[in-house]
RNA sequence: CCAGGGAUAGCUCAGUUGGCAGAGCGCGUGAUCGAUAAUCGCGAGGUCGUGGGUUUAACUCCCACUCCCUGGACCA
């Protein structure tokens, strides 16, 4: 190597520490590290106190597990939501919650406890259980702050803290005094072996073989009524079950308005009213033998018909449901209210005796004075499965038992004791959607119709979650708050043992509330009842004086729907701002979950505040789809489709499962999988090196001294802070309407297209040549500064960890902050001065003039007659108005089209425009490239051309001494 | 079965009040070693889910259907 100077060290090439390759899996945590030792949360809300508040509520996940892409997705969209408010000029403080409370965690705890669960006092499970939800908190914590979400961490609500457990407390006495609350009866799964409800999550279904029967009923209602046909008939009708002991609880029989059933006349006289469509199996499995179709009736027309039940003294009303179905059985549904959903439910519909005879044990009891008996049937304390003989023995006896045979089919079994399970109506809490309520104006209405009136005044996004949301309250049953559970909010109620009355007093609920909050629900387990209910209390009703404790727990939606009153209504770091929302309109409160949470979270809070506040909770509600993965299937652990959050983020990058959440839109289903990441982590790079090429370019700029004022920009430097301006305006308005992914494109195409393959691209020659103190050099690097200080800002929500990276390699400003994250969105008129688009307008036309001379030039390279784009010159044709422009632009032409020189010529009268691509003239320069028409040497460097020669006099280059002869090329 | 949503290039998304289908990525291909584990140029790729209808004109408006997704109901 020659130790002469190299012309090449004279160029001003782009010179930054910020490194190209980002090494994110380890980076990102040595930065997580520095926000928590600068305390970034706590200096954020210094910053912002005493702006407008607007608050984001957390719906709280599920403490059982690690998370996975659908919690990565809500906290993604929830952090950008906070961190573009709080830079659009917001005090947006951020709570994270967690739920808690509930099954999932119960059935974890109890598998690990085993049977020995069933001996532990309450408060060692309950302890248990907390353990267990505490394991996840801190795990699903730690990883949601590993993708960058800035929150509350240290200090998060929990539906399960004492505080909150009082709260939920308190919001049931205040529905239970305002009176909401009933108890009434409910179909729920029942292990008789367990004795204990269960929830549909513990339900297995396994194979059983069952008694299948056919049983006949005999019409009590005037035949000729259905049809003059069967007038002085014996008719019955057919019912099929498979669940025997159920018989005693036959309350009613059930068709299906729509189907038609025919009368047949066996031969030996009966008639028997069956389906149409099931009549020919019904009569094989009967053994009926030929029969004579005498009638066809409508199902609807059996309504009201009467049948006497075969062995009991009771009248069987003939009813209708459109459950019925032709599958199987024989039309005619028979129907035990207190033993199935269904059965249930048309029970409540035609006011039937829906109470169960079927204790805990599964243990029948008869009503000796309802039945009419003279002494106990024969399935007198027996159990289901012992009754089932007994009652088709009785059935056979009675003469009414058609059929029987075994049929073994899928039935509901205990997940823990794998027996069967039944179907049993039991005692529950319910809010009743029917309370009377009264508007603000004190008109009167339901509660059910005050909420959906709310709901109206709510902003929906996307809006059809309005309609959504409010078919669901119209339509929606009384809500069953109870369940027969431990992990959970009890339900702190003494109840008399006389008359079953629950105790409403506000005095004594307040006492109760004050007793969680010092020692939590556990209390209710241990607390004696001589403690807490006043000597001497009698029951109001029935005036009893023995007290029993309520032992159901609360729904878990119960909680979670209780969160606005526990946490921002509570909390001291929200309270303020939720009340100023409350009062009036002035603060937004924003919801953001999946679109499932209709039905869950957005639901019960709604509920629980427009009972308790006469008003929604939340003024905008956003849902965002299902994550699917490519094939647009739903994820799952059988088809092995998952994308792991945290995998991505170890191997990739937390910042990688951020921008795969911005580049969707999340109102819809959206996919995910291995490959869009990979795309995702792809587009960051080149994000990424188009910062590290800003920056590179601003070394040695100084923006107090070197700044060019925006009238003394170079037309193109002044048309690409206009562009700047055009593309922050865009993009503030995503963020106002939450439209990440538009973001994500904008910046996308603003970088790769505006920046990297046309502006910095064409910049180069004036960056690397031109004297670095040069006007026109500082003209660029002010525009290359403002646009990567706006850049670095418009994407420093989403980018949380490489815009603060970035930050740190920007030209250094005094007085700026610490962090990017503690800096406002730019302001518009601070880019670009005036409105944007009259010079965007003009330059419009320059951009069809460029594209079309670049479209020549590749012609003229394709056919060789050119190489690359410095080596030819352009001659543009043009006339009129083009011509006038172009020429006021002629001293720019030759850099946007990047060739050594442009001649711009007027035209013949009908060419609008003509280029012509040609061979450059004059001489290659040695430093620039560029063709000149002048180059000699300077010093040792030979073919240097003047304009080169003068930049490296303004840099105080002189002519470097040397052996060559001091001679320039022809 | 009920309620709600979706369907535009291989992928992610744009397509304003109906007027010749767009961008980026990816892919293919060329240039380049002065952004180089980079950068730039060029190219191929869509019957806008299907079938009807309204209109001079439909990706866009109307009707029906198919498929996918979500939530719920149901299996006596």
Avoid at 841 to 849: N, S, T
């Amino acid at each position: 190597m020659s130790s002469a100077p190299e012309l090449k060290a004279t160029l001003s090439l782009p010179q930054t520490a910020f490194p190209m390759k980002a090494n994110l899996p380890q980076n990102e945590p040595l930065r997580l590290k520095k926000w928590a030792e600068m305390r970034l949360y706590e200096k954020l809300r210094e910053t912002c106190g005493g702006r407008p508040a607007y608050l984001l509520h957390d719906g709280p996940p599920y403490a059982n597990g690690p998370i996975h892409l659908g919690h990565a997705l809500n906290k993604g969209l929830k952090d950008f939501v906070v961190k573009s408010k709080t830079m659009a000029g917001f005090d947006s403080p951020y709570v994270p919650g967690y739920d808690c409370h509930g099954l999932p965690i119960e059935i974890k705890v109890d598998e690990q406890l085993g049977r020995k669960k069933l001996e532990m006092p309450a408060p060692a499970v309950l302890e248990a259980c907390r353990a267990y939800a505490q394991k996840y908190i801190d795990l699903q914590t730690q990883q949601f702050e590993r993708i960058g979400v800035f929150g509350r961490w240290q200090k998060p609500y929990m539906t399960m803290a004492r505080d909150y457990e009082a709260r939920t407390l308190e919001a049931f006495f205040g529905f239970l005094e305002k009176g909401f609350v009933y108890r009434g009866l409910k179909p729920v799964y029942w292990c008789i072996h367990d004795r204990t409800a269960l929830a549909e999550a513990e339900v297995e279904y396994e194979n059983h073989t069952s008694p299948s029967i056919y049983v006949r009923y005999k019409l009590t209602s005037a035949p000729e009524a259905l049809s003059p046909a069967l007038a002085g008939r014996e008719v019955y009708t057919i019912i099929w079950t498979t669940t025997p002991w159920t018989i005693p609880a036959s309350m009613a029989v059930t068709f299906h308005p729509d189907f038609e059933y025919v009368a047949l006349a066996t031969e030996e006289g009966s008639v028997y009213i069956v389906a149409a469509e099931l009549a020919a199996t019904v009569v094989a499995a009967c053994k009926l033998g030929s029969t004579t179709e005498l009638a066809r009736i409508k199902g609807s027309e059996l309504e009201h018909s009467t049948y006497k039940h075969p062995f009991l003294e009771r009248s069987i009303l003939g009813v209708l449901g459109t459950y019925v179905t032709a599958d199987q059985g024989t039309g005619a549904v028979h129907t035990a209210p207190s033993h199935g959903a269904d059965d249930f439910y048309t029970g409540q519909k035609y006011s039937l005796d829906q109470t169960c005879r079927v204790d805990s044990a599964g243990r029948l009891h008869a009503d000796p004075q309802a039945w009419q008996l003279s002494s106990p049937p024969p399935f007198e304390d027996k159990t289901v499965w012992q009754a089932n003989p007994i009652v088709v023995a009785m059935l056979e006896e009675y003469r009414a038992l058609l059929a029987v045979s075994d049929l073994e089919h899928s039935y509901p079994h205990c997940w823990r004791c794998h027996n069967p399970v039944i179907f049993r109506a039991t005692e529950q809490w319910f809010i009743s959607l029917e309370t009377p309520m009264k508007r603000d104006d004190s008109s009167e209405t339901t509660f059910r119709q005050l909420t959906i009136e709310e709901i109206d005044k709510v902003v929906w996004d996307p809006s059809w979650g309005k309609e959504r949301i409010t078919n669901m309250i119209a339509t929606r049953p009384d809500w069953c708050i109870s369940r027969q559970r431990i992990w959970g909010v009890p339900i702190a109620v003494f109840l008399c043992e006389g008359c079953n009355d629950p105790i409403i007093d506000p005095a004594l609920d307040k006492k109760i509330v004050g007793l969680f909050e010092r020692e939590g629900a556990e209390a209710w387990h241990t607390a004696a009842i001589s403690d807490l209910l006043p000597a001497g209390t009698k029951c109001p009703k029935c005036g009893g004086t023995t007290f029993r404790k309520e032992t159901d727990i609360l729904d878990v939606w119960f909680d979670s729907g209780t969160s606005w009153f526990a946490v921002c209504e509570s909390d001291a770091d929200l309270r303020s701002a939720y009340q100023s929302f409350q009062k009036g309109k002035a603060t937004e409160v924003l919801y953001l979950e999946g679109g499932d949470q209709h039905r869950g979270w957005f639901h019960s809070s709604l509920l629980t505040s427009v009972a308790l506040r006469g008003r929604a909770p939340y003024s905008h509600v956003a849902t965002a789809g299902w994550t699917l993965d490519e094939q647009g299937r739903a994820m799952s652990k059988s088809l092995g489709n998952g994308v792991d959050p945290v995998d991505i983020a170890e191997r990739m990058g937390g910042e990688i499962v951020r921008l795969w959440v911005a580049s969707i839109d999340f109102r819809e289903d959206m996919a995910a999988s291995e490959n869009l990441m990979a795309r995702c982590a792809e587009l960051y790079r080149k994000l990424r090196n188009t910062f590290r090429f800003l920056l590179g370019n601003l070394s040695g700029f100084d923006p107090a001294r070197d700044r060019v004022l925006e009238s003394g920009l170079l037309p193109l430097d002044r048309y690409m802070l206009a562009r700047t301006r055009e593309l922050t305006e865009k993009i503030l308005g995503f963020y106002e309407t939450f439209e990440f992914h538009r973001v994500y494109h904008a910046v996308n195409e603003f970088a790769i297209v505006d920046l990297s393959s046309f502006y910095l691209d064409v910049l180069k020659d004036r960056m690397y040549t031109f004297a670095p103190t040069s006007q026109e050099r500082r003209s660029a690097q002010t525009v290359l500064w403002q646009i990567t200080e706006a850049l670095v800002r418009l994407v420093a929500p989403i980018l949380s960890f490489t815009a603060d990276e970035v930050w740190e390699y920007l030209p250094q400003v005094a007085g700026r902050e610490e962090s990017v994250h503690l800096t406002l969105f730019p302001k518009l008129e601070a880019i670009f001065s005036s409105d944007p688009a009259p010079m965007l307008d003009e330059w419009k036309q320059i951009f069809a003039v460029r594209d079309e001379a670049l479209r020549v030039l590749e012609e003229a390279r394709q056919a060789k007659r050119i190489g690359k784009g410095l080596e030819a010159d352009i001659e543009i044709a043009a006339s009129g108005d083009l011509l006038v422009l172009l020429h006021r632009h002629a001293a720019g032409l030759k850099e946007i089209i990047n060739v050594s020189n442009v001649r711009v010529v007027e035209s013949a009268q009908d060419v609008p425009l003509d280029v012509t691509a040609l061979p450059a003239s004059g001489h290659k320069c040695a430093r620039c490239w560029n063709f000149m028409p002048e180059v000699s040497s300077y010093g040792i460097w030979q073919n240097v051309c003047t304009r080169c020669k003068n930049a490296l006099k303004e840099m105080g280059i002189n002519p470097p001494a040397g052996h060559e002869p001091p001679e320039a090329a022809a």
